[in-house]
């Protein structure tokens, strides 16, 4: 059986986690601190999930391309040419960063501005809220509220990804996580085809990581 093709990117302001997620799916090791990308970095990860069709339960394998992008202006002119063939859109925020919350409406217009509006119904933003394990240890670090983030979810038309925290999920967690990722993308879009990207200059992860939901 043929594998389901598709190009994942995580966006988001510096600082909110990204490449911490990207890296630990990585390597299956969470690095502690602060990490930020310069450019672009690639990796493939393959997924297989029990998705709907006709009503049954239905195994699928995906190939997924996943991108961790930087969140730094100076590299935006970057990020924004590696929107176009993009199926799944991981739009990432620190919940005790309220900067990074307000910026969800400047990143979803960048998008919109780079994937031409034709397609807009054949790719999918999920919203999630990272560090959630610094709110849990001191309630008033949390500058944005779960019913807020609902609130821009519907507002932009986003699938709500919740609240986490990667410091804290293991491994298998974080897999079985992005595999659920994974599942909401194919709902609205199904097997869109992705053709193969020419990348230039990509650090690339060539372990790979099975995820099984």
Do not use: P
Not at 11 to 33: A, M
Not at 92 to 109: A, G, K, P
Not at 155 to 163: L, Q, R, S
Not at 173 to 179: A, I, R, S
């Amino acid at each position: 059986m043929s594998k389901v093709n598709y190009k994942f990117i995580l966006i988001g302001n510096s600082g909110v986690g990204k490449s911490s997620i990207f890296r630990y799916l990585s390597t299956g090791e969470f690095i502690d601190g602060s990490v930020s990308s310069i450019g672009i970095d690639k990796k493939t990860l393959e997924v297989s999930i029990e998705v709907k069709e006709q009503n049954k339960n239905v195994k699928k394998d995906f190939e997924i391309s996943l991108f961790d992008t930087a969140g730094q202006e100076q590299f935006r002119s970057i990020t924004l040419s590696y929107y176009k063939g993009t199926d799944g859109i991981l739009l990432l925020y620190d919940i005790t960063d309220r900067d990074s919350f307000d910026n969800i409406e400047m990143w979803v217009d960048s998008i919109k501005n780079s994937i031409d509006s034709k397609v807009e119904s054949k790719y999918a933003i999920i919203l999630i809220g990272n560090k959630l394990d610094l709110a849990q240890e001191d309630e008033t670090k949390r500058k944005v509220t779960e019913e807020e983030a609902k609130t821009t979810c519907d507002k932009y038309k986003m699938i709500w990804g919740g609240e986490h925290s990667t410091k804290a999920i293991t491994y298998d967690e974080l897999n079985q996580l992005f595999g659920v990722y994974v599942g909401y993308v194919y709902n609205k879009i199904g097997e869109k085809k992705v053709g193969k990207q020419k990348v230039k200059n990509i650090k690339k992860y060539k372990k790979k990581s099975k995820c099984i939901l």
